[in-house]
Every structure is written in C-alpha cells, then in structure tokens.
C-alpha cells in the first residue's frame, strides 16, 4: 500500500473517532455515513469513466498530438482513461512493472505511456512518416508572415 492510501484510510478512522468522542453514537453514525459517501462518489466516477471507454474502441484516441499535450507526469490511469474516452492498447505482459499503453489516432499519430505504480511517469509521441508524394512545399511550408 502507497502513504496516501494509507493516509486516507487514518483520516477515516480518525473522522469516526472524532465523531463519536464529540456526539457519542448518532456522530458515528454521521462519520461513517458521511465516509460512505464519499467511497459512492469515487466509484461512480469510476463507472461512468468505464462506461464511456467501453463504447469506443480499445486504443483509439480522436488526436494524439493534443493527448499529448494535456498529460502531466503523476496523473492516475483511470485520469488519462478519462481524458482519451477509451481504454489504452496493452503492451506490456499483464501484471509488468511499468505498465505500457498506446493511444493512435486516426492519422497514424500515437502516444505511449508508462504508468508505474498506476501513475504516469512517462510518455512519448510517435507521428508517422511524412507521404513521399506529397510536393516538398506542402511538407515545409513557412510560418504566415515571414520572408523566405
């Protein structure tokens, strides 16, 4: 178990103790009520995270350049989950340190992540080679405003 889970778990048992040294009975009653609460808000967030990412394919992201800017390192799976609407492309073994997911878009564009511990701790983006047909000035074109 990680500090925080740890932590949270003494809040708790802390909150109860609290509640039943200061109002006896009904305070305890109060305390856990206001503990299972707060456990029911989590888990529906956590299946309606899961309920929009099983309606869409497992992978897929709409653009994996923005995924790419919005992640931070440190956020939880189940956060980035959220953010892509799906779940990520397992590529490591089940059950492997660091965990490995891949988000493609449609374009080809891909961004992996390494989640350690269920937290992102690293990604990286993958964007396909440019066409060979394409005409070398659609490839390079110069910024709006400026000489060549």
């Given amino acids: 178990m990680t ?8 809040a708790g048992i802390v909150l109860v103790a609290m509640a039943y040294q200061t109002y006896g009975w009904p305070g305890v009653a109060a305390a856990l009520g206001a503990v299972m609460m707060w456990v029911m808000l989590h888990f529906t967030r956590l299946m309606t995270v899961l309920k929009r990412a099983a309606n869409r394919p497992i992978g897929h992201v709409g653009s994996a350049v923005m995924f790419n800017v919005k992640l931070k390192r440190g956020v939880t799976l189940m956060h980035v989950i959220a953010m892509t609407r799906s779940l ?3 590529l490591s073994p089940e059950g492997e340190e660091p965990e490995r997911f891949r988000w493609t878009d449609t374009g080809g564009s891909a961004v992996t992540a390494d989640f350690q511990g269920g ?4 990604w990286t983006l993958q964007r396909p080679p440019p066409d060979e047909g394409m005409p070398a000035s659609s490839v390079a074109a110069p910024a709006p ?3 060549p």
């Fill in 3 to 10: 500090l925080q889970k740890i932590l949270v778990a003494l």
């Fill in 88 to 90: 990520g492309e397992r």
């Fill in 119 to 122: 937290k992102l701790v690293q």
């Fill in 145 to 147: 405003g400026t000489a």
